[in-house]
């Protein structure tokens, strides 16, 4: 069982939907963050939270709306997204905040636009 | 220029061969390195750090060369379940920002 844990594990949704990917681990870890990942691409980042705070966007489009209530918990809101967007989203945490430790995924929410 | 460069391959091998990936970073402040290792429609999964004294784990030896900027991984006596894609990953020392290699795919044959 991983110790990230991502719900839901699938989603569907129509351009117009909002909704809403979760993200939860309880190792105490300070740094969180979200991936996206097209089939036979490695994943690329998105956002990077550290001790709560957003500390790196990577010029992600505003149709994707992170949210972080707590050390424990990491959301990814969705809003008016494309076809394009449908992938696999990954949310990871991290020991320190350098990442030196290497991260622990979670298994990921397969999203798909319609 | 890509920060991290890795050869796709695919890489097809006989159960029990040796093969090795390697994977080239293009920024020398990097400071971690790592290899992943995914499973089709399955997250990514730690496999081993990378250290300039190498380390080694059972039949996987990892290596970094800071010279030469590249770290490598060796699988000895390859087995079904080794097939997957690795992932190198190198973090730049500003940030704890993960660079992930394109993987390389490898398939193990009975």
């Known amino acids: 069982d991983t110790e990230v844990t991502q719900t839901p594990k699938h989603l569907v949704m129509g351009m117009t939907n909002k909704k809403s990917l979760k993200c939860e681990q309880h190792m105490g870890h300070r740094a969180m963050y979200w991936y996206k990942q097209k089939a036979k691409k490695p994943p690329e980042l998105m956002f990077v939270?550290?001790?709560?705070?957003?500390?790196i966007n990577e010029s992600v489009p505003s149709r994707f709306s992170p949210e972080c209530p707590n050390s424990s918990l990491l959301n990814l809101h969705l809003h008016a997204l494309q076809p394009e967007d449908s992938a696999l989203y990954l949310c990871?945490?991290?020991?320190?905040?350098?990442?030196?430790?290497?991260?622990?995924f979670g298994s990921g929410t397969r999203l798909t636009v319609v | 220029r890509k920060e991290v460069e890795q050869d796709p391959g695919p890489f097809n091998v006989p159960e029990g061969a040796t093969v090795a990936f390697n994977c080239t970073y293009s920024?020398?402040?990097?400071?971690?390195f790592f290899w992943y290792r995914q499973d089709c429609r399955k997250e990514p999964k730690l496999l081993m750090s990378v250290y300039s004294s190498g380390n080694e784990d059972g039949r996987f030896t990892a290596q970094l060369n800071r010279a030469s900027q590249y770290i490598s991984l060796l699988i000895r006596d390859s087995k079904l379940s080794d097939s997957a894609t690795y992932l190198c990953v190198v973090i730049r020392g500003t940030g704890n920002q993960f660079y992930f290699g394109t993987g390389t795919s490898l398939t193990v044959i009975p």
């Open positions: 990871a945490s991290s020991q320190g905040t350098g990442g030196q430790f290497g991260y622990t």
């Open positions: 939270y550290s001790y709560e705070k957003l500390s």
């Open positions: 920024n020398s402040a990097s400071q971690s």
